[in-house]
């Protein structure tokens, strides 16, 4: 992702003209936000169900980067309503909040006394509209007489506006109405493009002006209403939304069927259960369809778009339960590959897309991420996924139409890629305009050696070179699917010899490690990281640093209790409430803990996956964010989170389903029509887990897996299709 969020403290003149896309946080927030989407639309509310009328959150309804909807208030007789309670349904399909009337006065008399009113707020949204009803009933013994306003308004904000942006000058907003219960807002942007919204209401208010609704309510003892609202984006298919009622079954008959065929896990234990309907809800939600197939946007509100990295990484770790998202993943960045060298976009013949903006801020350039291509980790990440996703599936179709996108990533990689010719990735941007940074570690001080002094000149990441050397030699057993030896036997030499040299260059026998980087005089960041972890997710290291790189991940300065910093602590940059050093990351765990079960140490793996189980049992919703704070855990007391961490994140979201996968150790093979499970064992919280419609190919099957100490038993409950199951014990 791109360096918005660097650290919680302010970050000094220096750091914040490194980061020009920072995301502030100089407040906290006055209410609890949660979010809802749809496809290109997401919509952010405070607890009680309003937009703007708390300070502190990034409330609105957005669509491809552009608010639609700044503002939507409930006021009763003019007062806020008293606060229930807020729940965001199971399956992320709406947002229900209760609330109740406070004391109402007039003329100095108490004409309604708290507690008698229910107000339910349900909202969903679907095909770019957000659908609201208000219920209205008295619970009181006489009749209720009050006011219902809705205050509401509009500003258009670029989603760079939202985040902190500041911008010379913008275009013209203007509001009208429609009809007796219609509102129009319509934004003339610099670009030329004409954007607009419309709020419906039914019944038609009493007053209806362009900024309140009035309805006058009376309500006899035990009497129901409703109010309805539909607010549409200029994106919406019909302009007229559908009913509420209508629109909702349609919404939740869609979720469904866009579900359907994943497989689904239950397990022993009630709160991991949560947690896993919690992560697959949540990326369900962030499921985007697209021309190429459903893909998952990064994360909301920030990151509600298309990232290359992150749509890679999430599709890897789905996909032993859902290998379609990889394929769609594939697919899109495929067509939007990069064909011609453009400095601004840091564009080149042969990468894959960083990150894709729809709005008017990026259409102007006045920031470059229109079609940015700044990300030096994407592009091996496409070549190392779409190995992966042949190998479990057997598509050679899809291999084929992937293969002329594959090779021109493998030009890139040993062409531009390799600038200096050394053999490594390396990346610097090519304007001012772009990210300093272009690993997953992005902030601006992400990058450093021993005595703190950032890096450099062109960066060549430790991580980087695993991918390539992973991606390469899954790039050559496709090239042999497709009959041609030459190509996989040079492949295979490359990949060899990377390793090799990789070993000579980054090995740091005075950390026990291997180096963060090799800056661009091609000296070593001697600095204990989380990115020496990831390696062994690639494979690329020598099986006896691999037992001391696990053993040193798992002591106290770099596992808090909780999962591994990014940094271990005593690093010169070391800061547990840093975006990147020191900080703990999911989905960061989730790729070490694959590389735990690659290189046989369960027994780590175990601790590692009990430490992130239990911490996502004491967060909000069961829910892991995209990071939390990396302090030491506490008896008694729960994790520390990160101020402006995305809530739900898709990489972080698919964690557990990771963590599960590597300590069963899932393998498929369609050759075989087998699926195995390698040194499996299930960690001391976990029991039983049972696995339904788990998918090779048209065959599926049902399972059982039970622990018994330290060893499991398989029970095979239903197959469909002709499909082995197996147990592989490997020493």
Not at 210 to 238: C, K, M, N
Not at 268 to 286: G, P, T
Not at 487 to 495: G, I, M, T, V
């Amino acid at each position: 992702m791109p360096s918005e969020a660097l650290s919680q403290a302010a970050p000094s003149r220096e750091a914040a003209a490194e980061s020009p896309f920072y995301i502030p946080m100089t407040a906290p927030a006055a209410r609890p936000r949660c979010a809802l989407k749809h496809n290109d639309t997401f919509m952010v509310v405070d607890s009680h169900g309003d937009i703007g009328a708390a300070a502190g959150g990034p409330d609105g309804l957005f669509h491809a980067d552009t608010r639609y909807l700044a503002r939507l208030e409930l006021k009763l007789d003019d007062m806020q309503p008293l606060l229930l309670g807020s729940n965001l349904r199971d399956d992320n399909s709406a947002l229900t909040v209760d609330l109740t009337n406070p004391d109402i006065y007039r003329g100095g008399r108490l004409v309604l006394a708290k507690d008698l009113l229910h107000i339910l707020r349900t909202m969903f949204l679907w095909q770019g509209t957000a659908y609201q009803r208000i219920g209205l009933e008295n619970h009181g013994e006489a009749t209720a007489c009050f006011d219902l306003v809705l205050e509401f308004g509009n500003d258009f904000a670029d989603l760079f506006e939202v985040r902190g942006n500041q911008r010379p000058r913008r275009g013209a907003c203007s509001s009208r109405m429609l009809s007796a219960h219609e509102i129009g807002f319509d934004y003339r942007g610099l670009d030329g493009v004409v954007r607009s919204s419309v709020l419906h209401f039914d019944p038609a208010p009493a007053r209806l002006t362009v900024q309140r609704a009035r309805y006058h309510i009376e309500l006899l003892p035990g009497q129901a209403t409703s109010v309805f609202i539909a607010a549409t984006s200029d994106q919406a298919p019909v302009q007229r939304p559908m009913p509420f009622f209508r629109s909702l079954l349609a919404h939740r008959r869609e979720m469904r069927r866009d579900t359907a065929g994943t497989t689904s896990i239950e397990t022993s234990n009630n709160i991991f259960n949560e947690i896993v309907c919690r992560s697959m809800a949540d990326l369900s939600m962030l499921m985007t369809a697209t021309p190429q197939g459903r893909y998952p946007y990064a994360g909301i509100p920030w990151y509600s778009t298309t990232f290359g990295r992150d749509g890679l990484i999430t599709a890897l770790q789905l996909l032993w339960i859902d290998p379609r998202i990889a394929r769609g993943v594939l697919r899109r960045l495929a067509a939007h590959q990069a064909v011609a060298v453009d400095p601004l976009n840091d564009a080149e013949p042969g990468k894959i897309l960083h990150e894709m903006r729809g709005g008017e801020m990026a259409a102007l350039r006045e920031v470059p991420f229109a079609h940015y291509y700044g990300s030096v980790d994407a592009t091996p990440l496409f070549v190392l996924l779409a190995g992966l996703y042949v190998e479990r599936t057997g598509d050679e179709a899809t291999l084929r139409e992937l293969w002329p996108a594959i090779e021109a990533a493998l030009r890139w990689v040993d062409g531009p890629g390799d600038a200096d010719g050394d053999g490594f990735v390396e990346y610097q941007r090519a304007t001012e305009q772009g990210l300093a940074n272009q690993g997953w570690k992005d902030s601006y001080d992400a990058v450093f050696h021993a005595d703190g002094r950032l890096a450099e000149g062109s960066i060549a990441l430790a991580e980087v070179q695993g991918y390539v050397f992973a991606g390469k030699q899954l790039a050559a057993r496709c090239a042999r699917r497709l009959g041609l030896p030459g190509k996989a036997e040079a492949l295979q030499r490359q990949a060899a010899q990377l390793a090799e040299r990789f070993e000579e260059a980054f090995w740091c026998d005075e950390i026990g490690s291997y180096a963060l980087a090799l800056d661009g005089a091609k000296q070593p960041c001697r600095v204990r990281s989380s990115n020496a972890g990831q390696l062994l997710f690639t494979g690329i290291v020598r099986e006896d640093r691999a037992q001391q790189v696990a053993a040193d991940l798992m002591r106290p300065h770099f596992f808090s209790g909780w999962g591994i910093r990014t940094i271990a602590r005593g690093e010169a940059r070391y800061n547990p409430m840093s975006y990147h050093n020191g900080s703990i990351w999911p989905h960061d765990n989730a790729l070490i803990a694959l590389g735990l079960a690659r290189y046989g140490h369960k027994h780590l793996l175990d601790q590692l996956f009990k430490g992130l189980f239990e911490a996502a049992s004491y967060l909000e919703a069961r829910r892991l964010p995209e990071l939390f704070c990396g302090f030491a855990r506490e008896r008694r007391r729960g994790p520390t989170l990160y101020p402006v961490a995305c809530a739900p994140q898709a990489w972080a979201s698919a964690t557990p389903l990771t963590l599960l996968e590597a300590a069963l150790g899932i393998e498929f093979d369609p050759g075989r029509d087998e699926i195995r499970f390698v040194n499996p064992r299930l960690p001391s919280f976990l029991n039983e887990v049972v696995l339904r419609d788990l998918r090779l190919g048209k065959c599926s099957a049902d399972l059982r897996v039970r622990r018994h100490n330290d060893d499991v038993a398989l029970e095979v409950l239903r197959t469909e299709g002709q499909i082995r199951i197996s147990i592989v014990l490997a020493r």
